[in-house]
């Protein structure tokens, strides 16, 4: 009997296991959070904005947040880059939130057939270390100009 009790609290706690990893960002133009997610979703994460829309006063602000449960990623750097569609880098910082000038980015966009993707990926700080992880890039979003 005490077995059939034990087996509803490890199905509890496998769901915990598998749970969200407690991160999520944000984008936001000129002050005003415009996408928010805490998954990847290549096809749904994809921000589309008017040409007019991009005013040379305003700024693109993404913001990566990371709620540190069980894991020690103090020695580690958080990286956002942003690339065309044929995989060139054409922007990236050391950092979990990058501000970007309306004009640099409507640049980037025009350059690049219209179409922007921000990753983001970490790093271990000593460079032995790092040399032995994989790293994945996470996809942010997509902006598209329309």
Not at 11 to 35: C, E, M, P, Y
Not at 47 to 55: A, E, N
Not at 57 to 84: D, L
Request: hydrophobic residues 40%; glycine residues 4%.
């Amino acid at each position: 009997m005490k077995r059939w009790a034990l087996f509803p609290g490890l199905i509890i706690a496998s769901l915990f296991a598998f749970a969200q990893d407690g991160v999520s960002w944000t984008i936001q133009h000129n002050k005003r959070k415009i996408f928010s997610a805490s998954e990847e979703n290549v096809q749904k994460n994809v921000i589309s904005v008017k040409h007019t829309d991009l005013k040379s006063t305003y700024n693109f602000i993404v913001s990566y947040s990371e709620i540190k449960m069980n894991t020690n990623r103090n020695g580690w750097i958080r990286t956002i880059g942003i690339y065309n569609e044929a995989d060139k880098e054409l922007f990236r910082k050391d950092t979990g939130r990058v501000k970007l000038p309306d004009a640099q980015l409507k640049k980037m966009l025009l350059e690049n057939n219209n179409t922007i993707k921000i990753y983001t990926w970490a790093l271990p700080k000593d460079p032995k270390e790092a040399a032995r992880v994989r790293i994945r890039r996470v996809h942010l979003c997509t902006i598209e100009l329309k």
